[in-house]
């Protein structure tokens, strides 16, 4: 099982007209395999720099990926929307992601089974629109993946109960920058959030924890975002039943 981590930062002003041509494009023809079977999400930045989205994909693994990029880019059709969505992109950047070998953290992706659309949401943002989606990102020294893997057993599995029903996944890099631990969940609204995440660091074992990682963690940071208001642009948070 591999996740496609893809970023795009826009230029200002313009992300709603990047929504617009991915629904003047469609989602079905040959955009199907990628838009209909391996998307997770499309969403958008509520903290740090504005206008920047980020977009997931599952996929079975890099050559399944190769497969349903192998010559999408030159396909007749599909001319005018990649010039039209290039003016409005800033930069680009993509990378490949693992789900972490703990499965209960990474619960969508255990037994390389893939989530289709069929599916029901994780959580529908048609009823809770202030959802937010934190990805938090830890940086570690190179080696540091299994010590970090090692203490999470030991210790944070018996404190993330107030989370556990939030995941989207945890994810480390395969390709990309590597020794990065990639946390994607989902919440209610802000104040959901910071609620169950105090919880967790009130947890006696939660602080056993991060003394355990402290020698090995260089870095870590978190970014907000909602899904994109699009129902075909973020399957993991819409009902598709009617899809």
């Known amino acids: 099982m591999v ?12 992300l709603h007209r990047f929504y617009q041509a991915q629904i003047n494009r469609g989602f079905d023809g040959v955009m199907a395999p990628i838009m209909r079977d391996a998307l997770l999400g499309y969403f958008s930045s509520v903290s740090g720099e504005s206008e920047n989205l980020i977009h997931l994909y599952k996929l079975k693994d890099l ?7 192998n010559n999408i880019y030159e396909e007749p059709e599909l001319q005018d929307y990649f010039k039209s969505v290039r003016k409005l992109i800033s930069s680009q950047e993509n ?8 499965k209960s953290i990474s619960p969508l992706f255990k037994d ?18 202030n959802m937010v989606i934190e990805q938090q990102t830890i940086s570690l020294i190179p080696g540091g993946l299994t010590r970090y893997w090692e203490a999470y057993e030991l210790c944070a599995l018996n404190a993330i109960s107030p989370i556990e029903t939030n995941w989207i996944g945890c994810f480390y890099t ?3 920058q590597l020794h990065k631990v990639y946390n994607f969940w989902f919440f209610n609204d802000q104040y959901d959030r910071d609620r169950r995440q105090h919880a967790v660091t009130m947890n006696p074992k939660w602080n ?3 003394d355990l990682i402290k020698p090995i963690v260089t870095s ?3 970014h907000f975002f909602t899904p994109v208001p699009i129902k075909d642009m973020c399957p993991l948070f819409n009902n598709n039943s009617d899809a």
Not at 4 to 11: C, F, H, T, V
Not at 63 to 69: C, S, T
């Open 220 to 222: 870590q940071k978190s």
């Open 174 to 176: 395969l390709i990309g």
């Open 95 to 102: 990378k490949f992601l693992i789900p972490a070998p703990i």
């Open 3 to 14: 996740i496609e981590y893809r970023a795009y930062k826009m230029k200002l002003g313009d």
């Open 112 to 129: 390389d089974t893939i989530r289709n659309r069929e599916n029901p949401p994780l959580c529908d943002v048609q009823e809770y629109p």
């Open 63 to 69: 050559e399944h990926w190769r497969k349903l990029y």
């Open 208 to 210: 056993e924890f991060i």
